[in-house]
């Protein structure tokens, strides 16, 4: 999930199998896969490295590298042009980042609680630094998050 779990340990974490079964939803492509490959992402494919340069296809899964400050910029970016999936990143309400995805976003899902996420090992995390938002682009995604309502709070855009 992020490097504030776990000082000097791996970056690599994987998201617990009950989002997806919340979700109940498939997916093309996972486009920020850990190294591993995605543990439980229910999806045909998936890519580790240069993601961000390479052309994505269908409905994607992203739970990008939560990095440093605004390191998650550039994945929403492409994201939200893509047009077509699902992406977690943590809450990060105040953060211009976080405020832009929330205007482009045609829904999203403040979850219920801190999600533990999962390590490479299959040990489960302690103490996650924040609670996460679940992202959606296009109809699709949007009909997910809405079956997913045991997850978190929903919100819809706005359409004017």
């Known amino acids: 999930m992020s490097k504030w779990e776990t000082i000097g340990a791996s970056d ?3 998201t617990p199998a009950f989002v997806f079964e919340a979700l109940d939803e498939g997916f093309d492509l996972d486009v920020a896969a850990p190294l591993m490959g995605p543990r439980h992402v229910p999806c ?3 890519m580790h490295e240069n993601s961000l ?3 994505w296809q269908g409905f994607v899964w992203m739970n990008p590298p939560f990095g440093g400050r605004n ?3 550039p994945w ?3 994201f939200f042009a893509h047009g077509n999936g699902i992406a ?3 809450d990060r309400t105040s953060a211009p980042w976080w405020q832009d995805a929330s205007e482009r976003a045609d829904a999203f899902m403040f979850t ?3 999600i533990k996420f999962e390590r490479p090992d299959g040990s489960i995390g302690k103490s996650p630094g924040s609670g996460v938002t679940l992202w959606a682009s296009g109809g699709r995604a949007v009909d997910a998050l ?8 929903l919100c819809k855009a706005v359409t004017q």
């Open 112 to 114: 219920r609680g801190k």
């Open 76 to 78: 929403l970016d492409k």
């Open 44 to 46: 045909g494919s998936w």
């Open 71 to 73: 390191s998650l910029a």
């Open 146 to 153: 809405t079956r997913a309502r045991s997850l978190g709070a």
């Open 88 to 90: 977690l990143t943590p």
């Open 12 to 14: 690599e974490w994987y």
């Open 53 to 55: 340069a390479l052309m």
